[in-house]
C-alpha cells in the first residue's frame, strides 16, 4: 500500500531495490521502477451516496433508487388522473 497524502497529482516514478546480503556482500540483487498516475480526489468524491427513502410505514422500509424515481412520478400521476373518476363512482378499467 502506498500513501499518497501530501504528494501533488500527476505522474510519479517509483524504483524499488531489494538485495540480499551475505554478511558485508550483497548475493542477490533485483530492481523494478514503476510509473504511478496520482489522481486527487475530493472528500465528496469518497463519500457513499444513501437512496431517498420513499416512506416509512411500521417496520416496513421502501428504498427509491434515482432510476426508479420516475417509474414512482408515473405511477403517481396516474393515480392523481384516475382520482376524479373515482370520487363519480367510476371504476377505472
Known amino acids: 500500500m502506498l500513501d499518497m ?3 501533488a497529482a500527476g505522474n510519479h516514478t517509483l524504483k524499488v531495490e531489494m538485495y540480499e546480503s551475505w554478511g558485508s556482500e550483497k548475493v542477490a540483487y533485483a530492481s523494478r521502477e514503476v510509473t504511478v498516475d496520482c489522481v486527487l480526489h475530493s472528500r465528496e468524491d469518497q463519500l457513499t451516496k444513501i437512496p431517498t427513502v420513499k ?32 370520487t ?6
Not at 416509512?56 to 420516475?70: F, M, N, P, Q, R
Not at 363519480?88 to 378499467?93: A, E, V
Open 5 to 7: 497524502s501530501g504528494v
Open 55 to 86: 416512506q416509512v410505514a411500521g417496520a416496513d422500509l421502501t428504498i427509491v433508487l434515482e432510476s426508479e424515481k420516475g417509474v414512482y412520478r408515473e405511477i403517481e400521476e396516474t393515480e392523481k388522473k384516475e382520482m376524479p373518476n373515482e
Open 88 to 93: 363519480n363512482g367510476k371504476i377505472p378499467d
